[in-house]
């Protein structure tokens, strides 16, 4: 079994699928991911009494129900499907509700996801973390972090025998892919840096949220929001400003628009494009610089925003 049997989908917010049920969204929603990783684990603590023997068939004992969580790294494509479509696969990084068809962002993480990676799906994923890195001449690529509260717990992995490269082949060349060049960085951020060149920005949102179990359950049946933030991180040739104790704080927005080769922003029903934006209020916490003998001056700025 290679790679190329194990695609990987991420389906419809807030919707749950068996094995037939997630085809009818299935060819819509495949990633172009380069690396997946699930990892198991069980809530188990050692079983000791005081005063009584180590029960050998019974060593442990468990609390809770097992835990699994996903990372995915993929591309970014304007439009995913050879038929010019599709796009609407990485609406789970957006937080706001529905877009059209039955596609929805994450709701600012309340929402959930099935994922399918090959033939087994992973029900009821929420998103903990995502990065989106823009490097210059570089393919734009996202990685996520998802937390799965309903994966599979019997059975082995399967990979899949219909995998839908007709319907992707036209776009899996280098030809469809968003570079960074063709990006664009907008806003206040040469208030904090030197705007003439910046050659990287990375912006990464994480999630924090508290499972509520009922009596006899261990499952959560909700959840409530504890933390929401975000963080950019811009590389450039120079610091605008200096910072007291108190960091900068930013008196405009600063975004990262994603955009393809002909300047079109990709999810257009987001408020006009696909944008990941750093709003007025947030600050600069941290930021260095660097010189070389030979080479220009570096510095590394990271702006902080807490949305929740």
Request: charged share 20%; aromatic share 14%; proline share 4%.
């Amino acid at each position: 079994m290679t790679y190329k049997n194990f695609p990987v989908f991420v389906g419809y917010a807030n919707k749950d699928f068996g094995k037939t049920a997630f085809f009818w969204t299935k060819d819509e929603q495949m990633l172009y991911a380069d690396s997946v990783s699930i990892n198991y684990s069980s809530s188990s603590k050692p079983n000791r009494r005081l005063g009584v023997e180590v029960d050998q068939d019974q060593q442990y004992v468990y609390d809770a129900d097992i835990s699994c969580g996903i990372t995915m790294g993929f591309y970014l494509y304007a439009y995913p499907r050879n038929d010019g479509g599709g796009e609407g696969a990485y609406a789970f990084l957006m937080d706001g509700g529905e877009l059209s068809d039955n596609i929805r962002g994450n709701g600012t993480g309340k929402n959930y996801f099935p994922i399918r990676i090959g033939e087994n799906t992973y029900n009821k994923c929420y998103v903990d973390s995502y990065t989106i890195d823009v490097d210059a001449f570089q393919p734009v690529k996202c990685s996520v972090q998802f937390k799965c509260y309903d994966p599979p717990k019997e059975g082995p992995t399967r990979f899949s025998d219909v995998v839908p490269f007709d319907e992707y082949n036209e776009y899996m060349s280098g030809l469809g892919i968003i570079t960074a060049n063709t990006c664009e960085l907008s806003g206040l951020y040469d208030d904090v840096v030197y705007g003439d060149v910046v050659p990287k920005v990375s912006y990464s949102k994480k999630y924090a949220r508290t499972p509520v179990y009922t009596l006899g359950s261990i499952k959560p049946t909700s959840f409530l929001m504890d933390a929401v933030e975000s963080q950019s991180r811009i590389e450039s040739t120079g610091l605008s400003n200096f910072a007291n104790y108190s960091g900068v704080q930013l008196t405009g927005a600063i975004a990262l628009n994603i955009k393809d080769g002909d300047g079109n922003r990709i999810l257009p029903q987001y408020d006009g494009g696909f944008d990941f934006v750093i709003n007025s209020g947030a600050k600069v916490n941290s930021y260095n610089y660097s010189i070389q003998g030979g080479d220009v001056i570096k510095s590394d700025v990271t702006i902080d925003e807490v949305i929740l």
